[in-house]
């Protein structure tokens, strides 16, 4: 058990209530916020404390963590007046594990600085799956001495645990993630689209395919779900719409023209404009008339 043991947690979603739950499992006092009460009554009945804002969850605190859903709710729990950074006693770790911007990320380091807090951006890679079994992988912008401070409670939410760099650098190989996973994700369902247009049996291909050069997680994870016929939401597709859209601004800040994470965040977007972005990325292989 770390010497950290108050933590304030804003954002019970699908990974949120997975990495609260961990955090009581493993002794931590946990209080919650979450936008909609409801998604966080089952920590709450399980001994999470409940607060009435972000602001409030983070009064005490050692550790202040969140997952919340867009750069825009990062920047609102954090910086908003009342919000985290105002709240949080000095010397507080402020974590955010949303996949986010790393310009907001930045923002936010600097504003817990001048307040003598610390803030890492330490976003996930694993999936609803991940957050589930603690096998998350961590990818840490900041400061190393905070790094250190922080890494038992990551452990007890994850396996894979970097520290990438300066404030921001989490974020950046969370977008590099997400760069890849694009092109993994759209080859696995267009794979699939090829040999259903094409007369062949979806089963027999994904058998002699997918543990060969094509096979990926998107592949036997994602893709398989959807076979599987299991749509119920891992990653949402408005979420790796907004990952994508990050990755594209940035990359076009960097000067780096990437033409297919373009290509794939035009599509996703379409899917999003359909009504579809609830949906979790599995609903690819719909959209590419896989599955009915
Ligand atoms: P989610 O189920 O939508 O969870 C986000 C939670 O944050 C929601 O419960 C939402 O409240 C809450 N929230 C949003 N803005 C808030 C605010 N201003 N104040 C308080 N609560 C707020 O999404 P998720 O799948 O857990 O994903 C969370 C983040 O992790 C996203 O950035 C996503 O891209 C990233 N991520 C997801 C996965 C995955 O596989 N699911 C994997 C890696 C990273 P409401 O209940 O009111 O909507």
């Given at each position: 058990m770390s010497e950290l043991k108050k933590i304030g947690f804003v954002g019970t979603g699908i990974m949120g209530s997975a990495m609260v739950g961990h955090l009581l499992d493993a002794g931590f006092e946990v209080s919650v916020y979450n936008r909609t009460k409801s998604k966080a009554q089952p920590l709450i009945e399980r001994g999470a404390r409940w607060c009435e804002s972000a602001g409030d969850c983070a009064k005490g605190q050692d550790v202040v963590i969140t997952i919340v859903g867009y750069p825009k709710d990062v920047e609102q729990v954090y910086?908003?007046?009342?919000g985290i950074v105002d709240s949080a006693q000095s010397g507080a770790y402020l974590v955010d594990m949303t996949t986010s911007s790393p310009v907001v990320a930045e923002k936010i380091y600097a504003a817990a600085k001048a307040k003598n807090l610390h803030a890492v951006d330490a976003p996930v890679t694993g999936g609803d799956t991940g957050a589930k079994n603690a096998t998350l992988t961590i990818l840490v912008g900041g400061d190393e001495a905070d790094f250190n401070a922080l890494k038992p409670v990551f452990e007890v939410l994850g396996k894979?645990?970097?520290?990438?760099?300066?404030?921001g650098a989490g974020q950046k190989t969370k977008a590099c993630n997400q760069i890849a996973i694009a092109g993994a994700l759209a080859g696995a369902c267009e794979a699939f689209a090829y040999a259903k247009a094409s007369g062949l049996d979806i089963e027999k291909v994904y058998a002699a395919i997918s543990t060969g050069a094509a096979g990926s997680v998107q592949m036997t994870g994602v893709a398989r779900r959807g076979l599987d016929?299991?749509?119920?939401?891992?990653?949402m597709l408005k979420h790796l719409g907004k990952d994508l859209a990050i990755g594209n601004e940035t990359a076009t800040a960097y000067g780096q023209a990437l033409p297919v994470l373009a290509l794939v965040l035009h599509e996703i977007r379409k899917m999003e404009n359909a009504?579809?972005?609830?949906?979790?990325?599995?609903a690819l292989l719909k959209y590419y008339g896989v599955i009915d």
């Amino acid at each position: 058990m770390s010497e950290l043991k108050k933590i304030g947690f804003v954002g019970t979603g699908i990974m949120g209530s997975a990495m609260v739950g961990h955090l009581l499992d493993a002794g931590f006092e946990v209080s919650v916020y979450n936008r909609t009460k409801s998604k966080a009554q089952p920590l709450i009945e399980r001994g999470a404390r409940w607060c009435e804002s972000a602001g409030d969850c983070a009064k005490g605190q050692d550790v202040v963590i969140t997952i919340v859903g867009y750069p825009k709710d990062v920047e609102q729990v954090y910086l908003a007046e009342g919000g985290i950074v105002d709240s949080a006693q000095s010397g507080a770790y402020l974590v955010d594990m949303t996949t986010s911007s790393p310009v907001v990320a930045e923002k936010i380091y600097a504003a817990a600085k001048a307040k003598n807090l610390h803030a890492v951006d330490a976003p996930v890679t694993g999936g609803d799956t991940g957050a589930k079994n603690a096998t998350l992988t961590i990818l840490v912008g900041g400061d190393e001495a905070d790094f250190n401070a922080l890494k038992p409670v990551f452990e007890v939410l994850g396996k894979n645990i970097v520290h990438e760099g300066g404030a921001g650098a989490g974020q950046k190989t969370k977008a590099c993630n997400q760069i890849a996973i694009a092109g993994a994700l759209a080859g696995a369902c267009e794979a699939f689209a090829y040999a259903k247009a094409s007369g062949l049996d979806i089963e027999k291909v994904y058998a002699a395919i997918s543990t060969g050069a094509a096979g990926s997680v998107q592949m036997t994870g994602v893709a398989r779900r959807g076979l599987d016929g299991d749509f119920k939401p891992g990653f949402m597709l408005k979420h790796l719409g907004k990952d994508l859209a990050i990755g594209n601004e940035t990359a076009t800040a960097y000067g780096q023209a990437l033409p297919v994470l373009a290509l794939v965040l035009h599509e996703i977007r379409k899917m999003e404009n359909a009504g579809l972005g609830s949906e979790g990325t599995q609903a690819l292989l719909k959209y590419y008339g896989v599955i009915d």
